[in-house]
């Protein structure tokens, strides 16, 4: 069992850059793309930082946040942004959770 947290995509609107996992490759490129469009667009819309990640129990967790002096910052923003990804998004994020815990923890399905 992993001990610590997996980062599975992340963007950054100091750096302008996105990040995926290479651990992950094997997933398909549709799903790539979409977390790219998701870390991307969130980034844009309200700056600062996002990230997709696993905790070590394979639940998967969308967290933003940004450099302390970034007065444009839309905190309210992404906190609804984030929520709105987890209704919206929630088919997408069941399957990513139950694709790492069976790929990367072993459990077995029903």
Known sequence: MYEETI????ASTYDKKYYFNDEF???PQSIKDELKVICVMHTADVGGIITILFDEDGTLLIEA????EDVLYDDIGSHLKVKKL??????????LETYFKVFYLGEETL
Request: aromatic residues 4%.
């Open 86 to 95: 987890q209704i919206d998004k929630k088919e997408l994020w069941e399957a």
């Open 65 to 68: 946040s940004a450099d302390e």
């Open 25 to 27: 490759e094997q997933l």
């Open 7 to 10: 980062v599975l995509a992340a």
